[in-house]
C-alpha cells in the first residue's frame, strides 16, 4: 500500500468517527449526501497532473500527507490575537472561526434587520436542518471534484448567511478563519450565502495562520443570489509559507443578478482557487477580479470556469499575478456559453509579471461557445517590470529599489482598484505594501 493509498484509507476511518456526532446528523438528506460524497472522494482520489485542469499543478504534497481533524479541544487565542487581522474602519457583523469552528466568544453581530440570519452552518444544521434541504451541497459539484467530495464528506462548520428579500445591508459581513495547530491538521469549512430577491449584500472571508505549522484548509463557499439581487464577494488569503490551501467558490446566479467576486491570494505553499459562477437566469452580470502574489516556491493556481447559461448575460474576468523567487503561477479561465445563452458579452483577461528568472506562470484562456450570437475575447500577457519606466524613476531621484516598487504597487493597484469597498481596499493595500520589501522569503517545501 503506499502512501496516498494510506492516507485515503484515513479519511475513511475518520469519517466513520466524524459521523456520528456530527451536526444535523438526523437529517436523513445530510445524512445522504455526506456518505455519498465520501464514496465518491474514496472513488476518485486526489486529482493528478494527468488530469486536464490539474496539468500545471501537483497535489502529492496534500496526498501523501496524513492530515488530522483537529482535536475537540477549544483554542482560546484571547481577542487581542485577532486585532492583527482585523480591517478597521467598518463595524461591520464579524464571525470568527478557529481551526474551522465557530468561536462566538470572539465574534460579534450587529443588530440585523428583520428576516437576515448571519451565523453558525452548524447550528443551523441542528436546528433547522430541513431549511438548508434545498441549498446545502446541491450546488460545489463533489461529483467530480475530489476535494469538494471531501469537504462535502466532512462538511458541519462555517457560515450561514440568508439576505432577506428587499434587504440592503450597509456594512460587509467579515468571516475571519483563524489556523492554530501543532500537527498537520485539516479543516473543511463550508459557507452557504443566500441573497433573496431585490437584496443587496457584501460578504469578505479572510483565511490566516495564528500559530502552528503544517496545515490544510479545505474550503467550499455556496452563494445562492437570488432575482434582482447584489452580491460582493472577497477571498484573503494569506496562511504562513507552510500552508496548504484549496478554496471553490459556486455560485448560483438568478436572473438580473449582479455579482463581483475579488481574491487577493498572498500566502501557502500551495494554493488552489477554483471560481465557478453559473448565470442560469437572463441578464445576469458577474465580474471575478483576482491579483496573486508568489515567491520563495510557493504554487498559486486559479481556475475559472465561468458558464453563460441564459442569453442577455455578461461577465468579466481580470486577473493579475506577480510572481518572484522561484514561484509558480496557474491562471486557467474557461468561459462557457450554452446553446441557449445568445447575447453573451464575455471577456476574460490575465496579465503576469515575473520579478526573476526562475518564476514561472502557465496561462491557459479558453472559449467554448455553443451559441452563434455572442461577443466573447480573451487574452493574456507575461513579462517583467519595464527598464524604461524604472529608468524614468531613477532620473527623477527615487532609489532603483524604491521604483521597482512603485511599479508594482501600480501593477497590484489594478486589481484593487476594482474593490468598492474602501476600508478593505484600504487594508489590502497595506498588506500588499509589507508584502513588497519581504518577497524573497526562505523555500518551502511543495
Not at 405 to 422: H, Q, V
Request: charge should be negative; include cysteine; proline fraction near 4%.
Amino acid at each position: 500500500m503506499n502512501a496516498v493509498t494510506e492516507v485515503q484509507d484515513s479519511y475513511l476511518e475518520s469519517f466513520a468517527r466524524f459521523e456520528n456526532g456530527a451536526a444535523g446528523n438526523g437529517a436523513g438528506w445530510l445524512r445522504s449526501i455526506r456518505r455519498a460524497a465520501i464514496a465518491r472522494f474514496s472513488e476518485l482520489g486526489f486529482p493528478t497532473p494527468r488530469e486536464e485542469d490539474w496539468r500545471f499543478t501537483n497535489v502529492a504534497a496534500i496526498a501523501e500527507t496524513s492530515f488530522s481533524l483537529p482535536q475537540d479541544g477549544r483554542v482560546d487565542p484571547g481577542p487581542q490575537a485577532l486585532e492583527p487581522f482585523r480591517f478597521s474602519g467598518s463595524a461591520c457583523s464579524q464571525l470568527v472561526f478557529v481551526n474551522g469552528r465557530y468561536a462566538p466568544a470572539l465574534s460579534w453581530l450587529r443588530p440585523l434587520p428583520g428576516g437576515v440570519q448571519i451565523g453558525s452552518l452548524a447550528q443551523t444544521l441542528a436546528d433547522a436542518p430541513d431549511f438548508l434541504e434545498p441549498y446545502l451541497a446541491r450546488y460545489a459539484d463533489y461529483q467530480h471534484d475530489a476535494f469538494c467530495a471531501l469537504n462535502t464528506g466532512f462538511m458541519e462548520d462555517g457560515a450561514f448567511v440568508r439576505i432577506a428579500r428587499g434587504t440592503v445591508l450597509e456594512e460587509p459581513i467579515y468571516l475571519l478563519y483563524l489556523a492554530s495547530a501543532a500537527a498537520p491538521t485539516i479543516t473543511h469549512p463550508r459557507n452557504l450565502i443566500i441573497a433573496d430577491d431585490d437584496s443587496q449584500a457584501t460578504v469578505v472571508e479572510d483565511y490566516v495562520t495564528l500559530s502552528g505549522g503544517v496545515h490544510f484548509s479545505n474550503v467550499i463557499t455556496e452563494v445562492v443570489v437570488e432575482e434582482n439581487s447584489v452580491l460582493s464577494h472577497y477571498q484573503i488569503q494569506r496562511e504562513s509559507a507552510e500552508a496548504f490551501h484549496v478554496s471553490t467558490l459556486r455560485i448560483q446566479q438568478g436572473r438580473s443578478s449582479s455579482v463581483t467576486s475579488h481574491s487577493v491570494l498572498l500566502g501557502g505553499a500551495l494554493v488552489r482557487n477554483n471560481i465557478h459562477p453559473v448565470l442560469v437566469g437572463e441578464g445576469g452580470d458577474c465580474l471575478i477580479n483576482g491579483l496573486f502574489m508568489a515567491t520563495g516556491r510557493q504554487h498559486m493556481d486559479n481556475y475559472m470556469k465561468v458558464e453563460h447559461a441564459s442569453p442577455h448575460c455578461g461577465s468579466r474576468q481580470f486577473y493579475n499575478g506577480i510572481l518572484d523567487g522561484q514561484s509558480r503561477g496557474v491562471f486557467h479561465g474557461r468561459i462557457i456559453v450554452h446553446k441557449a445563452a445568445q447575447k453573451t458579452d464575455a471577456k476574460q483577461t490575465n496579465r503576469n509579471l515575473l520579478l526573476s528568472g526562475e518564476a514561472q506562470i502557465d496561462t491557459k484562456p479558453q472559449l467554448e461557445i455553443y451559441a452563434d450570437d455572442v461577443k466573447c475575447t480573451h487574452g493574456a500577457t507575461i513579462g517583467q517590470i519595464d527598464e524604461d519606466a524604472i529608468f524614468y524613476l531613477r532620473s527623477r531621484g527615487i532609489a532603483e529599489t524604491s521604483a521597482r516598487d512603485i511599479l508594482l504597487s501600480a501593477f497590484a493597484g489594478e486589481s484593487l482598484e476594482r474593490m468598492k469597498l474602501e476600508p478593505l481596499r484600504k487594508h489590502l493595500e497595506a498588506l500588499i505594501t509589507h508584502w513588497l520589501p519581504r518577497r524573497k522569503l526562505p523555500e518551502v517545501a511543495r
